[in-house]
């Protein structure tokens, strides 16, 4: 199974680029030297029953699992894979992004960090449509709330910037990956469900707002206008592009023109 992810890697000497199928088994847990960390390594893992993406992000022994839907066996999460200390996020509170989310917390101890409008999802199973998926789920409570641009410090070369952005939800996030040598030029965007390369997640579910989701929208339309072209975004559904693709999407379009 490991073999088959997508994969990508990202050094300072040769920015981010595929890793080959060859390469894509994940290294074992080394410590890196005082004088030399390891490269970003990122992972797409897809979920085949509800078809949402969980992500993997990793330097050295540091790791971050974005939209924890799939649950990996047990001997893979703490043997095959270095996943300590790590970080659980939340792109949004739908139930196909999070149907796994207190199970890798037990496993792990991980704690889990989302919008502090998320919270109200993972307590209701209205508005997280666990039962149009499975059956009504409560999940625990985050171990922290996130807001609007708040940094995260994560490795000392890495770190998160969280973008509110709401209307598929009203906790939807954006998490974009900052090198600190350029903080203004994030290297990758995690979209969750809120852009997909030609689309943009729907908002008749409980909790949508498509005025509010036309605002995100424009709002992340002008950002994208100043970040490198050699970005990645990563949706919750389907596959990465990048940001050539994403100023082509209809609906970022409209953003711009208004």
């Known amino acids: 199974m490991i073999l088959n992810w997508d ?4 050094t300072e000497q040769q ?3 595929p890793i080959l199928a060859a390469d894509r088994r994940l290294p074992s ?3 890196a030297s005082a004088e030399t960390a390891g490269p970003l390594e990122l992972y797409r893992i897809p979920e085949s029953g509800r078809h949402a993406n969980m992500y993997l992000l990793r330097q050295d022994s540091f790791s971050i699992l974005i939209d924890p839907s799939c649950q990996l066996p047990l001997d893979l999460q703490l043997k095959t894979l270095p996943l300590k200390p ?5 792109t949004h509170g739908h139930y196909d992004h999070i149907a796994q989310a207190d199970r890798w917390r ?3 101890g991980a704690p889990l960090l989302c919008h502090r409008q998320t919270q109200a999802y993972l307590a209701d199973p209205v508005l997280n449509l666990s039962p149009q998926f499975d059956r009504p789920r409560r999940f625990q409570a985050p171990e922290r709330l996130l807001e609007d641009g708040e940094l ?3 490795t000392e070369a890495f770190s998160i910037r969280v973008l509110h952005l709401p209307g598929h939800t009203a906790g939807d996030c954006v998490y974009l990956v900052l090198h600190k040598a350029a903080a ?9 469900d809120f852009l997909f390369q030609n689309s943009v997640g729907r908002t008749d579910f409980p909790g949508g707002d498509y005025w509010e989701q036309r605002h995100s929208l424009q709002t992340f339309a002008g950002l994208l206008q100043s970040w490198p072209e050699s970005m990645l975004l990563l949706p919750g ?14 609906w970022l379009e409209q953003g711009l023109q208004e």
């Open 86 to 90: 790590l970080l659980l996020l939340l």
């Open 15 to 17: 920015g981010l680029k």
């Open 237 to 250: 559904h389907g596959a990465a592009f990048d940001l050539a693709a994403a100023r082509e999407n209809p």
């Open 29 to 31: 847990d080394t410590a």
């Open 7 to 10: 994969g990508w890697i990202w």
């Open 152 to 154: 995260l410090p994560w």
């Open 106 to 108: 037990t496993d792990t």
């Open 184 to 192: 203004d030029r994030p290297l990758l965007a995690f979209t969750g």
